[in-house]
């Protein structure tokens, strides 16, 4: 069974319906975005979600022991790194997942790098406990709305647990999972009526098209 992931979540009725239709995860960004959220709507919102969902915090780029506050006071279970975060400061962090923005690496190759910083990384240099792949767009860290090229993401996902984001639609969602057979599914603006806002209808046809 594939895991999905509902990110950029503000609001309780938002997260409720995620939850009711079946996803796994609900995410939440503490950093820059139209989607952002405090930590006091955090975790209001945490504390009204049944037992065994998972809770991740998006970070860009964020001062080690900031994450860690927001974390504890919001009952964080998962962290994620959108940003330049290096393999060691990541390392530092239990169940963290390293998301790179993937831009023009040729699908032949061994060697798969990311840009999520001006300098490649290599993503096996990460160890955490999944890669998030996403898609490049100059000057933006994530939230694009538009896919990459997932033959990138075929070989890495037969190596490592891969989550597919970026672009995906309750339209294309099965498609991508039977190229790619990732671990997870993460979606935010493809089940939006606007920015912060989820669309519940398209929230509901997303997850049930995942698992076709």
């Given at each position: 069974m594939i895991k999905v992931k509902i990110c950029g979540i503000t609001c309780k009725d938002d997260a409720e319906a995620a939850v009711r239709f079946g996803a796994d995860a609900i995410g939440f960004i503490f950093a820059d975005s139209p989607r952002r959220v405090t930590p006091f709507a955090a975790k209001d919102i945490i504390s009204s979600l049944p037992p065994f969902i998972a809770t991740v915090a998006v970070f860009v780029n964020e001062?080690?022991?900031e994450v860690r506050r927001i974390a504890n006071f919001c009952g964080i279970s998962i962290l994620q790194f959108h940003g330049d975060e290096t393999p060691s400061y990541c390392s530092k962090f239990p169940r963290a997942i390293k998301a790179f923005r993937i831009k023009d690496i040729s699908c032949t190759s061994k060697k798969y790098e990311a840009l999520a910083s001006p300098e490649e990384k290599k993503i096996k240099e990460y160890n955490v406990s999944a890669w998030l792949l996403d898609t490049y767009c100059d000057g933006k860290y994530g939230g694009t709305g538009k896919t990459f090229n997932w033959g990138e993401a075929c070989?890495?996902?037969?190596?490592g647990r891969v989550i597919l984001s970026?672009?995906?639609?309750?339209e294309n969602v099965a498609l991508?999972?039977?190229?790619v057979s990732p671990?997870?599914?993460d979606v935010s603006s493809g089940v939006e009526e606007y920015p912060g806002k989820k669309d519940h209808k398209k929230l509901e046809e997303f997850i049930k098209n995942v698992n076709v």
């Open positions: 001062d080690e022991e070989e890495l996902a037969k190596e970026g672009g995906l639609t309750p991508a999972i039977r190229l671990y997870a599914v």
